[in-house]
């Protein structure tokens, strides 16, 4: 026996008992602090969570007592002067974390040596020695695996003898030195080429495909809906709805419905509202085995329906099987719509997993004119991170038009009394899996992964060449945290091309900052304004190798020229300019230079003498303003060649509409007039450019 189960803390008391459970969960069903294995699930509140356990026996036994001490202390003890609870999903890593410590320890100990209080800083040393071992290219790993025996020390106070006796930081070693900082966002971004057929071909699913998909589920649904009672049936009636089903297949030359080379009598009996066994009566059966000589038998059941939509000219399938394992069969093709409704959600709305899992239906507000046109989309959900309530907080996201589209095909394709609408469905045998009544991330993932191998073989299969692409000759695996990540990306470089306009629709920064953060604490402003710092970076130092700073015109060219010399200055890195994400970030967080590049000038901030600030001033104190960025008037401006020519662009613009040949209205011809001469005069100012009549 171990010493686990020989000395309980206490009355052997509910290891669960400081936390909140999910509803219809009794605290008297939960595990106590000798059960073998420890189960978290009735703690974990959000819907698409996955199970969670802690397995003391995978523990060596002589440490199997502080281990338990231990996280019954971080679930429900007493907690520690500066500590804070840890929520479930955090003590599950911790539990995988020190159990490798303590694997690990138990092979190195001599039998008779027992209790974490007789640890020594040899012993950890050693454990340092050996994670730079076995992981020398996970310095984060590395990090976290010290970070977990430290608890040790931290929680001390519930561990009686087996506690440490001395912090870990004092051992050589324990703070190591990397380029790794945990607060980075270190998700890999889905690749523009991955990201854009991706999106294409979910939008596809999503607006055209999905159309045919619900009229099969209709189908299914209304196929099995309860049947009459066979007593309700007149004498033969059975009998008569079968021949009459084989004379039309017969005079259409229509195979029946086949499976595996035999009749499917499941979906047959179905389609005549019957039961079953009726096809099995020997009069039937030699019935049936005489129109199958005649007419044959389809190699697969598909449903008894039109394919509508179009891919190129013609039906995007042959048909939609009932066959749930069928790569066209119904249940594989409502996961992929409901994997493409994700995608959609995901990259055009920036609301984070556990967000999207929350929504239910009837989530989608829209707002609409006088004359009932639509144009504002808004989905509640509930959001998490940054919340005072741990089963979440409402909060609304501004979305676009996609969104909205998959959110009403997502709503369709669950049963009605299904609120969630990415809940497992329905048609496969894993339906009524699962914690909660939402898809886990891992689910999830696998879903969208499968959603990348049937278009794959799609295209394969019909000569396209619009599949998902290789990257470094390999299929890119596909995770639910990398949208969000890379709709910062984007919103960050606003790149050109089909993307960008998918995702801007037409708001300005600050908006998609508000819509895509909601009104939770999301952390996505944040993800934003990283990747603004990170673009802005790259750009100073291409300006700086290029020499380009030295040719800035206007007002502030001369500021902006020592800021980015004192920029590349502290860039420098032996010799080098900073090329590492991570170096890069924290030269912008403490090194900002405060330049700002844009389409018509070179913003060089400075809240003294910036019109824009004034404006906000003016607006705070109730006085008139004139809007907000002022470029030909205000001091902080600067000017790049590219400036320059978007200037040269606007004039040209405006002189093509004084010479268009038509009468302008008075009013509007002055103020172009008044505008060409403005940006004419500035441009001879700082630009060396002569005015233009």
């Not at 602090?33 to 060596?60: H, M, Q």
């Not at 020398?136 to 025996?149: A, E, G, H, I």
Request: net charge positive; aromatic share 8%.
């Amino acid at each position: 026996m171990s010493t686990a189960l020989s000395e309980p803390i206490g009355d052997d008391p509910f290891v669960l008992r400081a936390r909140r459970l999910r509803p219809g969960v009794l605290l008297q069903a939960t595990a106590r602090f000798s059960s073998p294995v420890w189960d978290l699930s009735p703690a974990l509140l959000k819907e698409n969570a996955s199970a969670l356990r802690l397995y003391f026996d995978t523990i060596p036994d002589r440490f199997q007592n502080a281990a338990r001490r231990l996280f019954e202390a971080l679930l429900s003890g007493p907690l520690p002067d500066g500590e804070i609870r840890p929520d479930i999903a955090r003590i599950r890593q911790t539990f995988t974390g020190l159990k490798t410590f303590l694997v690990w320890l138990d092979a190195r100990w001599l039998p008779e040596r027992a209790g974490l209080g007789h640890l020594t800083g040899e012993d950890l040393e050693a454990y340092v020695r050996h994670l730079l071992t076995v992981m020398p290219d996970r310095p984060r790993r590395r990090v976290t695996l010290r970070r977990q025996v430290r608890l040790l020390w931290h929680w001390r106070s519930a561990l009686g003898p087996d506690a440490l006796r001395f912090d870990p930081l004092m051992v050589d070693g324990w703070l190591e030195t990397t380029g790794a900082h945990g607060r980075e966002n270190s998700t890999a971004r889905i690749p523009e080429p991955v990201l854009g057929a991706l999106l294409a071909w979910a939008l596809r699913f999503v607006d055209d495909f999905a159309e045919d998909i619900l009229r099969a589920e209709q189908l299914r649904r209304r196929l099995r809906a309860p049947l009459e009672q066979t007593g309700r049936l007149k004498p033969g009636e059975a009998v008569a709805r079968i021949r009459a089903a084989l004379d039309e297949h017969v005079a259409d030359d229509r195979p029946l419905p086949g499976r595996q080379g035999q009749l499917n009598r499941f979906y047959f009996a179905q389609l005549l509202r019957i039961e079953r066994s009726h096809l099995t009566r020997p009069r039937c059966q030699a019935e049936i085995d005489t129109v199958i000589e005649k007419v044959g038998l389809t190699s697969t059941t598909c449903y008894d329906m039109t394919i509508t939509a179009r891919l190129n000219g013609r039906p995007w399938a042959a048909g939609i099987g009932t066959d749930h394992c069928e790569p066209y069969g119904l249940a594989r093709l409502a996961r992929t719509v409901q994997a493409a409704a994700y995608v959609i959600i995901a990259f055009l709305s920036g609301i984070r997993d556990c967000e999207i899992k929350h929504l239910q239906r009837g989530c989608l507000h829209i707002q609409r004119d006088a004359d009932g046109n639509a144009y504002r989309w808004k989905v509640a959900s509930l959001a998490f991170k940054g919340e005072i309530d741990i089963a979440g907080a409402p909060a609304v996201w501004t979305v676009g038009e996609p969104v909205a589209r998959a959110v009403a095909v997502l709503e369709t394709l669950q049963l009605p009394d299904q609120t969630f609408l990415f809940a497992r469905l329905h048609h496969s045998p894993a339906y009524s899996r699962g914690l909660g009544q939402a898809l886990s991330s891992a689910a999830t993932n696998e879903q969208l992964n499968e959603f990348v191998a049937w278009i794959t073989d799609y295209c394969r299969q019909t000569g396209r060449l619009d599949g998902i692409p290789l990257i470094d000759k390999r299929v890119f695996n596909l995770t639910t945290s990398q949208f969000r990540r890379t709709l910062a990306w984007f919103i960050a470089r606003r790149p050109g091309g089909v993307i960008a306009g998918a995702l801007a629709y037409r708001h300005h920064s600050i908006q998609m900052f508000e819509g895509y953060a909601g009104t939770s604490d999301s952390g996505f402003r944040a993800e934003v304004e990283a990747e603004q710092a990170i673009t802005r970076g790259a750009v100073y130092m291409e300006m700086i190798e290029a020499h380009d700073h030295l040719d800035l015109a206007g007002p502030s060219a001369a500021e902006a020229a020592e800021r980015l010399k004192d920029f590349g200055d502290r860039a420098q890195y032996q010799g080098r300019m900073a090329l590492d994400r991570s170096r890069l970030l924290r030269i912008m967080k403490n090194n900002d230079p405060a330049i700002y590049p844009g389409e018509f000038v070179t913003c060089v901030h400075n809240a003294a003498t910036a019109l824009c600030e004034k404006a906000k001033n003016a607006r705070a104190e109730g006085l008139p303003e004139h809007g907000g960025c002022l470029p030909l008037a205000c001091r902080n401006v600067a000017l790049t060649d590219e400036n320059t020519r978007a200037w040269q662009r606007e004039l040209h613009r405006i002189e093509e509409r004084l010479n268009a040949g038509r009468a302008l209205p008075p009013l509007l011809a002055a103020r172009l007039t008044t505008r060409h001469a403005e940006i004419s005069q500035f441009l001879a100012r700082h630009a060396q450019i002569a005015p233009t009549s």
